[in-house]
């Protein structure tokens, strides 16, 4: 069984416990691979290297930063089916979907290698007689950034691309549970050739490594994806050092079909998004608020969607959903859906874990569609993170609105109208960072993506995410 090492001032390196975990298949639960076990000095250590390489890789020309940047984007796009096949492994979605995730990771670097060039600055005029203002923007220094195990690999890109474009240099902490195809993907792009220790990588728990990295007066900007509580930890603990925080957090979002609605495209983007990743998915689609006139034929041609779905091991080629990540995903999933049950919610499909015994030993569960739902309802209320789709009917767009925006979360929505004026309306009324007019997705790598409310604060991606690993400096000139 390999063993996947961290990634300090660029050498691959045990950890200084010795110590070791194993990861394991959620699809069989057998071991993939072990992991060091790093510790709070491990990431000191890699914050060290990372304060010491930050000269040089900040001092170097952006066009440069560019040419080293699209060179790893094509060492990974070069080793995609070994990253992608460890992703499958530990995470558990197919191995499609994980291959499209680690190519996405690669875009996302090469579309930071050309925006680093764009890092303009201002010339002011000033109020006083020869008096000129310079705007320069700069590197803000070390930054450490934290990822969750949905998208291990593709979070982290976002992270990466934007940082290292900026001219920072970093120390990554990926998911305890699911490391492996995170670590490859860095060691790949350390492998184009980046000064010793601009680009690190430590694992260990998040509430032992992750704090070291967030508490550690090096680190000066903190870029964290995962759950809101926290996020909230995060934001209270960076406080202290008064440092630059960007929080991709959790999401609640609502999915409105209008009357007027292409109902087949409805239900197909309603489908993707409910239910790829087994749910697993920040902007996944949490509530459905369907026209009351047309609730019925949208439901009928979701579960149909639904039912047609292949569940099972994510290696064979088959397979269009594979396990949950973990029994506790699993087990939250099945508690929402009891207590949907429980408040008088139909079930129109799935509902339970798949028979067979296959499915034996992995974390399965069958897409499940509900209907007859209300806020009441924990499906409603918090994140489920599993492969369900609420339907709720409404009988006016304005009762529909006040109902999406009825959550603590704000990070996506979603509308289905044939209708411009509609979609623009509600789209603006929502209140998420992100809406989809007729589209299941938000994510654009060239525009910004974040949550509004308790879905987090700043915005990664676009020149947006390039802004936040940078400092605004005013140079005052006396001419
Ligand atoms: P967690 O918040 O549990 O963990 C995320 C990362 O933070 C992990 O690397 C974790 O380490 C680390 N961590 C945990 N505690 C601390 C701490 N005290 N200090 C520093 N780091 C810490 O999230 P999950 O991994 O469970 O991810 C799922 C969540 O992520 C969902 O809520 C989902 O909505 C959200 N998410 C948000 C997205 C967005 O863009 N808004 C996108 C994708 C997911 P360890 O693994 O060791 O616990």
């Given at each position: 069984m390999i063993t996947s090492k961290m990634l300090i001032d660029g050498r691959s390196v045990d950890s200084c416990s010795g110590k070791v975990s194993v990861i394991y298949n959620p699809a069989n639960q057998e071991p993939v691979a072990k992991v060091s076990l790093g510790t709070r000095l491990d990431a000191r250590l890699a914050l060290e290297a990372a304060r010491k390489a930050f000269p040089e890789w900040s001092g170097t020309q952006s066009h440069l930063r560019g040419e080293m940047i699209h060179r790893g984007a094509g060492l990974v796009?070069?080793?995609?089916?070994?990253?992608?096949?460890?992703?499958?492994?530990?995470?558990?979605?197919p191995f499609?979907?994980?291959?499209?995730?680690?190519?996405?990771?690669?875009?996302?670097?090469?579309?930071?290698?050309?925006?680093?060039?764009?890092?303009?600055?201002?010339?002011?005029?000033?109020?006083?007689?020869?008096v000129r203002s310079l705007i320069i923007k700069q590197p803000i220094g070390v930054a450490a950034l934290i990822t969750p195990w949905n998208f291990p690999v593709d979070l982290l890109s976002w992270k990466v691309g934007a940082a290292l474009a900026a001219g920072c240099t970093f120390v990554a902490k990926p998911p305890?549970?699911?490391?492996?195809?995170?670590?490859?993907?860095?060691?790949?792009?350390?492998?184009?050739?980046?000064?010793?220790?601009?680009?690190?990588?430590?694992?260990?728990?998040?509430?032992?490594?992750g704090a070291e990295l967030v508490e550690n007066p090096i680190s000066r900007k903190i870029a964290?994806?995962?759950?809101?509580?926290?996020?909230?930890?995060?934001?209270?603990?960076?406080?202290?050092?008064?440092?630059?925080v960007s929080l991709e957090l959790g999401g609640q979002s609502p999915f409105l079909v209008c009357e007027?609605?292409?109902?087949?495209?409805?239900?197909?983007?309603?489908?993707?998004?409910?239910?790829?990743?087994?749910?697993?998915?920040?902007?996944?689609?949490?509530?459905?608020?369907?026209?009351?006139?047309?609730?019925?034929?949208?439901?009928?041609?979701?579960?149909?969607?639904?039912?047609?779905?292949?569940?099972?091991?994510?290696m064979s080629p088959e397979v269009d959903l594979g396990p949950m990540f973990s029994q506790a995903q699993r087990e939250k999933t099945e508690a929402h859906v009891a207590d949907a049950?429980?408040?008088?919610?139909?079930?129109?499909?799935?509902?339970?874990?798949?028979?067979?015994?296959?499915?034996?030993?992995?974390?399965?569960?069958?897409?499940?569609?509900?209907?007859?739902?209300?806020?009441?309802?924990?499906?409603?209320?918090?994140?489920?993170?599993?492969?369900?789709?609420?339907?709720?009917?409404?009988?006016?767009?304005?009762?529909?609105?006040?109902?999406?925006?009825?959550?603590?979360?704000?990070?996506?929505?979603?509308?289905?109208?044939?209708?411009?004026?509609?979609?623009?309306?509600?789209?603006?009324?929502?209140?998420?960072g992100g809406v989809g007019v007729n589209l299941n997705n938000v994510v654009e790598v060239q525009a910004p993506f974040g949550g509004w409310k308790q879905s987090g604060l700043g915005r990664e991606l676009g020149h947006y995410g390039l802004e936040e690993y940078l400092e605004v400096k005013h140079i005052r000139l006396g001419l």
């Open positions: 796009r070069r080793n995609i089916d070994e990253i992608s096949k460890l992703l499958t492994q530990e995470q558990g979605k499609k979907d994980a291959k499209r995730e680690v190519l996405a990771a690669a875009d996302v670097l090469d579309y930071y290698a050309e925006e680093g060039k764009r890092i303009f600055g201002d010339w002011l005029p000033s109020t006083s007689k020869g305890s549970l699911a490391p492996l195809a995170a670590t490859a993907f860095l060691q790949v792009l350390n492998d184009a050739g980046f000064p010793a220790g601009t680009v690190n990588a430590v694992h260990g728990p998040g509430e032992d490594v964290f994806t995962g759950e809101t509580s926290t996020g909230r930890w995060i934001m209270e603990k960076a406080a202290a050092g008064i440092k630059r007027d609605a292409d109902l087949d495209k409805a239900a197909a983007a309603a489908s993707q998004r409910a239910f790829s990743n087994m749910g697993q998915i920040c902007i996944s689609v949490n509530r459905i608020y369907a026209a009351k006139t047309i609730a019925e034929d949208f439901a009928d041609k979701l579960v149909s969607r639904a039912e047609r779905l292949r569940v099972g091991d994510g049950l429980e408040k008088g919610a139909d079930l129109l499909c799935g509902g339970r874990r798949p028979k067979g015994k296959e499915f034996s030993k992995g974390y399965f569960y069958l897409p499940t569609v509900l209907s007859k739902v209300n806020h009441s309802m924990r499906v409603t209320r918090e994140e489920t993170f599993g492969p369900v789709a609420p339907i709720i009917k409404f009988e006016s767009l304005d009762k529909a609105i006040d109902m999406s925006n009825d959550s603590e979360y704000g990070l996506a929505a979603y509308v289905f109208t044939s209708s411009l004026s509609t979609a623009l309306t509600v789209a603006e009324r929502l209140e998420a």
